[in-house]
């Protein structure tokens, strides 16, 4: 999933298991445990286990470092990981000390020799001459100039500005760190013919320095070089309150910066570049302003005249939405901060994003303020009195501003919380937003301003408090500090001016279990060898292997926590993904036309803008696909998609893909995209439906797929009543809503077609989760035969489901394109294209009643539910079924309901066809079931985990779909042992009561617990789609290749096979390998999905591994028995023995499919469940318990993670160590989807977005 980096790190940590190798144990900074210079202080997991295992050597103990074997000792491996950079640096030199000079010289090694000559000032003179590059090509790049002097620099202003004498003038830029002007020529195409980039030899651009007063900093230095320079400040030598002025000076900027974008944009972005953006959300221009710091403008009117130099204040600097007070041919050569005084005189940063790093801000300030002792006393005494006071804001107007009305209302009042309470009023007046303003979340932005300006206050009595008690100390009165409430003390502080906390994480997991699998009772698969069941066979091979008996041959077997088999190269970036390929000869490049609006009729293309620009190859719509006979309409169960839309269709999303051009590079094809003319006819009625409100208003359904499930009585009788046998039934209804997601896959999607044999076959390397799907479309499209397209997939950068069906458009439009031109053809999204139309997880909502009984002794028993979901699958049908699917096959959780009836309609809307996502709809229905019983705990007034302790299945309970707990039908219910035993072990009681002893004492942070449990059905509900395939070759060198139906995209998938297959053979596992998925090797595959893969390729591989070994068994018994499988191999070719076999497995017919329809048959035994005629949805259930502890700061809504532990069932793990990456890696999702990752449209909501249906959130900030 997440953890590709990961696993790959942790692959070069030692995992030794010998008496010798105890030592080898590695922290998270790399160096073994055993040489660590903190060795006895150390407290890390790492550490403490290393010792541990030393004092058990006696014993044979064989418990691991990180990611080794399991311990025999405790029954449980530990990992651990840790962040802290305080130990990182503490073993530099041991790092250093590790490597050799030749080593380290690397990067001088790879640098140019004439650069590294000793003649520096040669090489000095050659980098200092002024340049100027044309680009000529067919990109028309414009000119670039590097002057390196500033009359040079000015001079070019001068010419080219728009009041210049060049006939190009008016589109001069310079470009420092390209942070702005590659977003602007990238995303909003901007031309500029003339670009500048300063030369580091213009001192005055670039230095940093400090005066008495004063900071003075570059237009152009760095932003990391000024948090640096900021850093270096704040810990200077010096006089004490010449050393307080500049720590209270540079503190705040330094901690403002430190959660600017990221290391890499503040390396090369530029102070001066972030003024003249005038982003309105920028992070520094408040800063500067509330500081009140100064610009110097030069410039050089006459080309022989000096540098006019004047100063501009930042505050009024900004003049409206990015426009500055700044002539075109001015340049900001400087910045000049002023130093705070010494003491009683405090700058505070503040700002508030949805990520706390690399995201814009939503709102964010910088307040400074200035106090004295007043000079008259009131009725309350002496007191402090407000003498100068700045707060600017970015976010809550067009451009920076300052809340000038607030700060004169402040200005000489007393300094209390009867002044700021005031001031808040007035800034509310002050800054009152229209719903639609752009941006929106506008009462969010008024309160996080107001949150500002308390916390302002908060911290600024806490530091006058610091002052006054270094001053009392010398002998001075002043007036007494305002007093803080106790539970206000908890509002000082905030995420921007606190140390980054360091993050450790824990992970256990048990030795791999001997088990009795289904595939033996109903299959007969069986060791050959040994007649026992394979799991069995895995499992004892896998225990034996981590014993301290030898063993004929080292085998990394079935259980073991082996690395993922391409981590390394994840690791190093060698990892080759579709956009990795090299170039093939006479490539071609993509980029799809898309359409600008929706809820239209697509009335016409004009082609010939784009073909008249050079470089362009060709341009391909519908009647292309028309002209060589292919079929234009795909989609996965209902053909209602179109690869391109066709004139006079209805375009139904904003995004819609309308053709494709392709040209020598992408940035032609791009741009001859953008050329196409298209235009449209508004005579579709109404507007464009875009929530699942919109849908439920117009009864835009699918209502063919929607579905019902009963069970008990009739809910709606039940549900009207006040009491059921005498006993109180509480009723609750209400209704609850989840958002949507996107994917955000690291690769893009990316498809490279290549034709050959004159285009009559095609080669498609695809980033899909789907071979077969693709390979099908792409076919159909290009009226092609299935045989002679072949699809290829090596591994993608994630899928999570977005590339299940959503990735097949991509490949078929670069198919299409392909086999017309025939020339190989790439397209590789953008990211923001790919966020903007590939559709994401389906958003839901929930109409729910629901009845509950009191018994005598005061212990609620759920009683009926009555639930209708809703999901918004976009406007296409793609998987949205299938998922609603899956949401009401888990909306019971794991409690039982006696009655029980549940509805799952998908609305039809304008947004793009949402799609597959890790869960596929069970985590939506899980929602709802928990909210359900937060509900019900809320209104009964009892604890939520009694509750839901009290209502969970029990074995011989069967779920609303007929599927029963226990051993011979579901396999073992190990929620509630699970649930009981975190519940013990993490104190969940004594959690929630220190949770709310903590509220009582804190008014602005809150903290609660979480705790749930959660069972997901694994199978696919289909009934086809449970099988797979695996082909196996077996060479004569004694190694194996490996080639199944599934695909690999980071979860490890061929690992696990690799596993299988080495634990067959009884090889090492480097000895198997998996190339790629391919259609021409395991054809007509399922995609991979529904957490079946690994079930599915594993048994299949197995199957291929058992018809080999079948094979050569009589080969192995005519030679000795130490003969290696290599000698075996061998002699059984030259005895024609075929060392290949294709494997496949299919669930059993009782394990799997579900039939919504069926109607129950006459003569059905009344002792089983209700629906359970209809079928068997999955093979079992993974079962999990887990808690998080989370804080909320409610002032500005920011919160943190202060712990989360998860148990999870997973059977019997093939590899512990990469199912625990997936465990992580969606836990980590999950909260994402939780509480950060908002999906917005177009919409009544979203009024300011155009037009209506677009998406708005199409990149990660």
Sequence with gaps: GYRPIWDAARSLVSCHHSEDDLEEIRGPCG???????????????????????????????????????????????????????????????????????????????????????????????????????????????????????????????????????????????????????????????????????????????????????????????????????????????????????????????????????????????????????????????????????????????????????????????????????????????????????D??????????????????????????????????????????????????????????????????????????????????????????????????????????????????????????????????????????????????????????????????????????KVATGLEVEHLGMKDERSELPLAAVAAAAAKSSSSDKPMKQKNNSVGQPATHASGPLHCTGEAIYIDDIPAPANLLHGSLILASKCHATLASINVEPALSIPGVAGVFTSDDIEKIGGDNKMGPILLDDFTFLPVGEKVDFVGQVLGIVVAASQEIAEKGARAVAVEYTDDVEGKAIVSIEDAIDAESFWTDFRHEMKRGGNVDEILNKSEVGGKRLVIVEGSMRSGGQEHFYLEPNSTLAVPSESATNLTIYSSTQAPTKTQDFCARVTNTPAAKVVVRMKRMGGGFGGKETRSVFVATAAAVSAKLMNRPVRVTLNRDTDMAITGGRHAFLAKYKAGAIVEEDGTIKLHALDVRLYNNGGCKFDLSGPVMDRALFHVDNCYFWPNFHSVGTSCKTSQPPHTAFRGFGGPQGLLVAEHIMDHFATECNVSGDKLRRDNMYSLQDATPFGMRFGDGFTGMWNVPGMWD?????????????????????????KRGVGFIPTKFGIAFTAKYMNQGGALVHLYTDGTVLVTHGGTEMGQGLHTKVCQVAAQAFNIPLDHVYVNDSSTDKVANTIPSAASMSTDLYGMATLDACQQILKRIQPIKDSLSPGATLKEVAKKAFFERIDLSAHGFFALDNDRCGYDWNKDCPEGFPADL????????????????????????????????????????????????????????????????????????????????IRPRARMHTTGPG
């Excluded at 102070?271 to 309105?280: K, Y």
């Excluded at 013990?984 to 942070?1005: M, S």
């Excluded at 069932?1209 to 992580?1224: C, F, H, L, R, W």
């Design 31 to 341: 160096v073994k445990c055993g040489e660590c210079p903190e060795r006895e202080s150390c407290e890390m997991d790492c550490n403490l286990e290393s010792k541990k295992q030393m004092a058990s050597v006696a014993a044979n103990d064989n418990g691991g470092g990180c990611c080794g074997g399991s311990g025999t000792n405790s029954g449980n491996e530990k990992c651990c990981s840790s962040s802290s950079m305080d130990k990182i640096q503490q073993y530099q030199k041991i790092i250093e000390s590790k490597h050799s000079e030749k080593w380290w010289d690397q990067p001088n090694d790879m640098f140019p020799d004439e650069l590294l000559r000793d003649d520096e000032k040669s090489v000095h003179d050659e980098l200092s001459t002024p340049l100027k590059v044309m680009d000529t090509s067919i990109h028309n790049g414009g000119t670039w100039y590097t002057p390196n002097t500033l009359e040079e620099l000015l001079d070019l202003f001068r010419e080219f500005s728009s009041g210049g004498s060049s006939s190009s003038g008016g589109g001069i830029k310079m470009v420092v760190g390209n942070t702005e002007v590659g977003i602007e020529t990238k995303f909003k195409h901007a031309s500029y013919p003339t670009m500048v980039h300063p030369s580091k030899d213009i001192h005055t651009l670039h230095d940093m320095f400090s005066t008495e007063d004063c900071y003075h900093v570059g237009g152009c230095a760095a932003l990391g070089d000024l948090q640096e320079f900021c850093r270096s400040e704040m810990t200077s030598d010096g006089e004490e309150a010449n050393r307080r002025r500049h720590e209270r000076t540079a503190k705040p900027i330094h901690d403002m910066l430190r959660w600017f974008a990221s290391t890499q944009i503040r390396n090369v972005a530029c102070l001066g570049g972030n003024l003249v953006t005038a982003s309105p959300i920028s992070d520094m221009n408040p800063m500067l302003c509330s500081l009140g710091a100064t610009l110097v403008l030069a410039s050089r009117p006459k080309s022989d005249g000096g540098v006019v130099r004047r100063n501009v204040k930042v505050s009024d600097f900004f003049i409206g939405y990015r426009t500055v007070e700044k002539e075109d041919m001015e340049v900001i050569e400087r910045v000049d901060i002023p130093l705070l005084q």
């Design 343 to 512: 003491r009683f005189e405090y700058c505070i940063p503040f700002k508030q994003a949805r990520r706390r790093e690399d995201d814009i801000s939503i709102v964010t300030s910088g307040m400074r303020i200035k106090l004295r002792p007043a000079t008259t006393i009131d009725n309350g005494g002496r007191h402090w009195e407000i003498e100068d006071v700045a707060i600017a804001f970015g976010g809550m107007a067009p451009k920076t501003v300052m809340a000038r009305r607030t700060m004169d209302d402040l200005i000489g009042k007393p300094f209390d919380s009867n002044s700021f309470e005031d001031a808040r009023k007035v800034l509310q007046d002050e800054f009152q937003m229209p719903d639609d303003v752009p941006g929106g979340q506008a009462q969010y932005r008024l309160t996080l301003a107001c949150s500002f300006l308390h916390r302002f206050y908060l911290n600024c009595v806490e530091e006058l408090t610091k002052d006054v008690a270094a001053d009392e100390k010398e002998g001075v009165s002043y007036p007494p500090v305002p007093l803080i409430e106790n539970d206000e003390e908890c509002g000082v502080g905030g995420f921007v001016g606190v140390k980054k906390p360091s993050i450790t994480g824990l992970q256990t997991y048990p030795e791999p």
């Design 981 to 1005: 035993r975190l519940e013990k072990e993490l104190d969940i009681p004594g959690r929630r009561q220190r949770a709310a002893e903590f509220n009582k004492k804190n008014k602005w942070i």
């Design 1169 to 1248: 469940p209700d629906n359970a005629w209809k079928g068997h949805p999955f093979n079992y259930f993974t079962q999990g318990v887990a808690m998080a502890e989370v804080e909320i700061d409610v002032l500005t809504g920011d919160h943190k993670t202060i712990s989360a532990d998860v148990l999870v069932d997973v059977g019997s793990s093939i590899n512990p160590a990469i199912d625990i990456g997936q465990i992580e890696g969606a836990f980590i999702q999950g909260m994402g989807w939780a509480t950060i990752e908002e999906v917005i449209y177009g919409d009544d909501d979203h009024t300011w």
